[in-house]
């Protein structure tokens, strides 16, 4: 397979990616949609300043977890293929958005290999095991 073919298919796979996960996000609008507006009802009963301020701490812890993630990833690959920040945020939300396809969130490590430089990606499967099991304790 010739570098042209690879990146072609590379940049194919990305884009059916990106059309499956907004396919599920509007299926799943689709089908609860009820249970938005149930919710649109119960925010009207809310201070709004309130809802406001509690919605952009969450927003921004929610940025900063992915950030850490990130840094996380970053340094688990250091050893193997060194990562620039910007590369390893790439890896890091093609990982999230696969793993929403995919049963026990496998697909995560698949999505963040895409972004490694041609390795041995079974080098960097236990690290990244290892990081994963010590996020769950």
Same mark, same amino acid.
């Given at each position: 397979m010739t570098a042209a073919a690879k +990146?072609? %298919?590379? %940049?194919?796979? +990305? *884009?059916?990616? @990106? /059309?499956? *996960? %907004? /396919?599920? !996000?509007?299926?799943?609008? !689709? +089908? +609860?949609?009820?249970? @938005?507006?149930? %919710?649109e009802k119960a925010l009207d009963a809310l201070n709004h300043t309130h809802v406001i301020i509690v919605m952009t701490v969450v927003v921004f812890l929610m940025l900063a977890n992915w950030f850490v993630e990130c840094l996380k990833w970053k340094f688990i690959t250091e050893r193997f293929a060194p990562l620039t920040v910007w590369r390893s945020i790439e890896g890091v939300f093609c990982g999230l958005t696969w793993a929403v396809f995919t049963p026990n969130r496998i697909g995560e490590y698949g999505g963040r290999v895409m972004f490694l430089p041609l390795i041995n990606v079974c080098t960097v499967f236990s690290p990244w095991l290892l990081g994963r099991l010590a996020k769950t304790w």
């Open positions: +990146k072609l %298919f590379s %940049f194919l796979l +990305k *884009a059916g990616l @990106l /059309v499956l *996960a %907004f /396919v599920f !996000i509007y299926s799943q609008y !689709i +089908k +609860k949609g009820d249970n @938005l507006k149930e %919710f």
